[in-house]
T-cell receptor, first 111, second 112 residues
Framework: KNEVEQSPQNLTAQEGEFITINCSYS?????LHWLQQHPGGGIVSLFM???GKKKHGRLIATINIQEKHSSLHITASHPRDSAVYIC?????????????FGKGTKLSVIP | DAGVTQSPTHLIKTRGQHVTLRCSPI?????VSWYQQVLGQGPQFIFQ???????GRGNFPDRFSARQFPNYSSELNVNALLLGDSALYLC???????????FGSGTRLTVV
């Protein structure tokens, strides 16, 4: 069982819809990352958060540490938002650091 | 300022060969980490280096090794290549372990 679980695996939305992608983790974390990956492989870091909520443009990320759950929201979705969205948990223990990734959510926004 | 640069961008190797992948971090970033992404899957953590010391190792065989140089650039080496090593290899840099990551565009390795 992956320590970071994402849902849904695939998501198709109409342009303008409000989108939510969920991430649950079972490991102790120092931070939770939301990443965007476009076809061809390039990964862009969207958010790093360890508590509360962050907003950047139409993107909002929230995290509930007690419930070990994070969500990525996209308001007024647009076809250019089509990509794979990945959550990743960074953990540290005994001076060792690593990122554990979810399998990603493939988002397609239809005009 | 240049982002994280990886070389080569694409590579084809034969089973049993050895490969070296290279990563140059953003200037001022002292941490470099490596990930393997098989088609259709999320990335898997391979190594993290910080201040030239290994600070994390994922569940990969000893055929995988890495190092970080005094200028903070890094190499990932894979020996005795297997077909299953075919993947996108991603490098990410950060100022330190508790900061956000900036990813390179990756090296796509095909083993035939």
């Amino acid at each position: 069982k992956n320590e970071v679980e994402q849902s849904p695996q695939n998501l198709t939305a109409q342009e303008g819809e409000f989108i939510t992608i969920n991430c649950s983790y079972s490991v102790g974390i120092s931070a939770l990352h939301w990443l965007q990956q476009h076809p061809g492989g390039g990964i862009v870091s969207l958010f790093m958060l360890s508590s509360g909520k962050k907003k950047h443009g139409r993107l909002i990320a929230t995290i509930n540490i007690q419930e070990k759950h994070s969500s990525l929201h996209i308001t007024a979705s647009h076809p250019r938002d089509s990509a794979v969205y990945i959550c990743a948990a960074s953990s540290s223990g005994a001076g060792s650091y690593q990122l554990t990734f979810g399998k990603g959510t493939k988002l397609s926004v239809i005009p | 300022d240049a982002g994280v640069t990886q070389s080569p961008t694409h590579l084809i190797k034969t089973r049993g060969q050895h490969v070296t992948l290279r990563c140059s971090p953003i200037s001022g970033h002292k941490s470099v980490s490596w990930y393997q992404q098989v088609l259709g899957q999320g990335p898997q953590f391979i190594f993290q280096y910080y201040e030239k010391e290994e600070r994390g190792r994922g569940n990969f065989p000893d055929r995988f090794s890495a190092r970080q140089f005094p200028n903070y650039s890094s190499e990932l080496n894979v020996n005795a290549l297997l077909l299953g090593d075919s993947a996108l290899y991603l490098c990410a840099s950060s100022p330190g372990p508790f900061y956000g990551y900036t990813f390179g565009s990756g090296t796509r390795l095909t083993v035939v």
